[in-house]
């Protein structure tokens, strides 16, 4: 079954959507043209995605690392990035019967009124398997702590999918009856209330309310987020090409040339990005729809969420000015911050996935959302250090069964992601399985059940309604 599932997973998320979405509209009744043609659109974007992503780190990982030599950072933590920590999580026994026995738990939360999300974001489940995962590890490869820990994640992931499911519909247009069931998305909603409610409670805050929108009002072609994205990419640019142009080793043509391109490649990157999330749309919405009808068919008219990718989002333009804001910050973060060793180069593209679930939440104030991001951020960078060396130990075991490259860590390095390594979830779940053991397991068995006990009323009083 291990190896059924890896091979299936080593489809890539292009191949192995559209087939499981073909399937999904076959499933609920679509014509199988139409039901292929939505597969394809989806594949198509996770291809997209993947291109712009290659853009992004192919182009700027070099540049990066010239600033980490040029300025001789020593941070011992390797970004491997996401696909090291998907590697990891689905090439082991936990993660090869991870996507049915979460879909088991999805039904018998439906079935008990615990939750109202019907998740289909199947190639997300990596992530409920990553932390599955490091527990297994980390419990001297007990099936039980690894799949304890994905099933508490996942189950904690669906309530808060409904509990936010409103507020994301209110925001986004055109996306009525939709939830987001993406664990590193979530994790970022407790900072988006806390901060949002402090940064309210500060006199004359509310004068700092600039959308995306705002931006181009006030500061016209310049606050456009093509605009912004290359203005930041040659920042990035000159701070990498500077020392090179100081010692003579590159001329000023040459350093000019390496600027110019890095801040045109970044503002394809923001770009496109919204280009490729209507595929996406066009993709997920007609299934949407007719998983909709069918389920108001079988339960009778009764609400339910259809959790679904958050990369229908991504291409939001003040989730796209804030993300590439805070990459050069984030780089300048994780050399200051005191204790922290990892440097975050090939999970840059990863940043845009904090904010789907924040934007809802701050109305889409580029301020707000900033300074959530940053501090948000600012806690990721210190769990990735802490869970980097349990990552490292699930990373060399898997790529010493599997020679999966994705999965080896370089010699003298720990291996780390901001992908999912940086989440609250993930990290509060490692946490507490591995220092407090029994006793943090019984914390999180409380939280979840509370989480469940709290949403089943709120389903059983709306129901009433």
Known sequence: ?????????????????????????????????????????????????????????TNF????????????????????????????????????????????????????????TVNIDLWNYWHFAFIGAVAYFISGQSLVWGYFAAIV??????????????????????????????????????????????????PGFSKLDVDAEGLKKKFGVLGEPLVIGVIVGMIIGLAANIKSLTDGTATFGEVAKNVLFLGVTMGAVMELIPRITKLFIDGLMPISEKTKE??????????????????????????????????????VIAVILPGNQFLPLASLAGMFYLFPLVLPFTKGNVVKTFLIGLIALIFGLYFVTDMAPAFTQAANSVFAATQDKAAQVPEGFSAGALDFASSLYGYAIFALTNYLKYIGAGILVVITVALMYINHKAIVKSEKN
Not at 88 to 105: D, E, F, K, M, S
Not at 180 to 189: A, E, L, N
Request: charged share 10%; proline share 5%; aromatic share 10%.
């Open 153 to 202: 994640c996942y189950i904690i992931t669906l309530v808060v999918a409904d509990m936010t499911a409103e507020k994301f519909q209110g925001y986004y247009e055109n996306l009525d009856g939709i939830s987001i069931p993406q664990p590193f998305c979530q994790s970022f909603v407790p900072f988006a209330i806390g901060i949002n409610w402090i940064l309210d409670k500060i």
């Open 61 to 116: 990982n070099g540049p990066l690392d010239m600033i980490q030599k040029a300025y001789n950072l020593q941070l011992s933590v390797f970004d491997m990035g996401w696909p090291a920590a998907a590697s990891v999580a689905y090439n082991t026994a936990v993660g090869a019967l991870i996507i049915p026995i979460c879909l088991g738990i999805n039904l018998l939360m439906l079935l008990t009124k615990t939750t109202r």
């Open 294 to 331: 069918l389920v108001n068919q079988k339960w009778n008219g009764k609400k339910v969420y259809i959790g679904m990718s958050p990369a229908l989002v991504i291409g939001h333009p003040t989730t796209l000015v804030v993300s590439v804001l805070l990459i050069p910050v984030a780089i």
């Open 1 to 57: 079954m291990e190896q059924v599932f890896s091979y299936i997973i080593s489809l890539g998320a292009s191949v192995m959507m559209p087939i499981i979405f073909t399937i999904i509209g076959l499933c609920i009744g679509m014509k199988f043209g139409k039901a292929l043609k939505s597969g394809l659109y989806v594949g198509v974007g996770f291809v997209g995605l993947g291109v712009v992503t290659a853009l992004l780190t």
